[in-house]
């Protein structure tokens, strides 16, 4: 399945107003897409991380009465799921596309991942690459530059996830909707995958760190 790139309709999706238009809208324009991405990244993933990784996109299926204002296809070792586990993601806003690894609230084992980063942040935050983002809310379109991140501020987003119940963290990058590379989908994917190698030192510590029992 070739893997087309993303327009400016898609990210129009977000101003459809109501539910049901815009969640048809989702599944026409954005779905498909996100179904070749997995087919084009999950055999990369499962190759760099030594899991089996499995895709998840995203069917909203809970909503009742407010749109989405994001979607995502998400990347996992369990068929069954992906918000318990350490998971990549590669999604849309309104305003951009954003490619994360991400250990969301759901996770059990985030204190002890937090706890493990908290040994050396400084480490951490030298060997993932400048232009890279963090997000502690996988639900808001945000982010904090890592350029413009101090250890200080590294460290009590670390001390927040171990101890705040419904932190979360997330790691990688936003392309704007008006960058070029988003509509060319054989550069799109190589620069997923380029991100998802830099992140690969964050998936495999947050795999080996252990649930309490």
Known sequence: MTVEGFTQKDFD??????LEPRMDALKQLIRPKFEALGEELSP???SITGDEIFTHVAKHARRKVNPPNDTWVAFAANKRGYKKLPHFQVGLFETHLFVWFAMIYEAPAKGEFAENLLKNPKKWMK???EDFVWSIDHMKPDAIKQSGLSVEE???????LRDV???????GIHIDRNDPILEDGEALVKRIEQTYQSLLPLYKEAQHASVPS
């Open 13 to 18: 999706v977000f101003k459809i107003e109501g």
């Open 44 to 46: 990369t993933l499962s």
């Open 127 to 129: 060997d993932l690459p």
């Open 154 to 160: 590294f460290t009590s987003m670390l001390e927040r």
């Open 165 to 171: 119940k419904k932190a979360e963290l997330l790691c």
